[in-house]
């Protein structure tokens, strides 16, 4: 019987992604920052961020979606039909400072598996990750640059990042 106590609502949350913003600006030539949200709620994510930063310093960051699944270190490379995807981004990441935007950081794959997708395709200057929820338990050496919000859970236990785009509601809940 899992229960789901809500942690924060959309108000903390926005609270969380506007503080974000305001570290990304303080610690980025925005000229050369572009988003990269981890489908699918990263990159809704990478949107608000987005437009948070274009209130505060008047610039749209170059956005883009990330689709790791194929990269996925957990997935059977041998499912029939799917090979490596290489990403098409519409933005040249070479020299770039990338900012990859999840909701949450768990173990450290998903970031991995982004970190191989843009390795593939492009040579950023620096690679930095911005995460609403770090839950801690990480098996990569991986860590947060940008984090709104840092909650200590058991490995049995599950963060979950809703967002009005997906599910209607904006909160982040616990089971």
Do not use: C, W
């Not at 979606?65 to 981004?89: C, E, H, K, W």
């Not at 990338?98 to 390795?119: K, P």
């Not at 640059?145 to 599910?167: A, C, F, H, M, R």
């Amino acid at each position: 019987m899992n229960m789901e106590k809500q942690l924060f609502d959309a108000d903390m949350m926005s609270r969380m992604m506007t503080r974000m913003a305001y570290e990304i600006i303080e610690n980025n030539d925005l000229e050369q920052v572009v988003l990269v949200g981890i489908k699918t709620r990263g990159e809704q994510l990478a949107h608000r961020i987005q437009r948070k930063i274009q209130a505060i310093k008047h610039i749209e960051l170059p956005l883009e979606a990330l689709d790791i699944t194929n990269y996925r270190d957990d997935v059977s490379s041998n499912r029939t039909g799917v090979g490596p995807q290489v990403p098409a981004f519409t933005v040249n990441l070479t020299h770039k400072t990338v900012i990859i935007v999840d909701d949450v950081l768990y173990t450290g794959r998903t970031v991995r598996a982004a970190i191989d997708a843009i390795m593939d395709v492009s040579r950023p200057n620096a690679i930095r990750l911005a995460i609403l929820v770090d839950r801690g338990h990480r098996e990569l050496p991986i860590r947060a640059d940008y984090v709104g919000k840092n909650i200590p859970t058991s490995k049995k236990e599950t963060i979950q990042v809703k967002l009005t785009e997906i599910d209607q509601v904006d909160a982040i809940v616990i089971q």
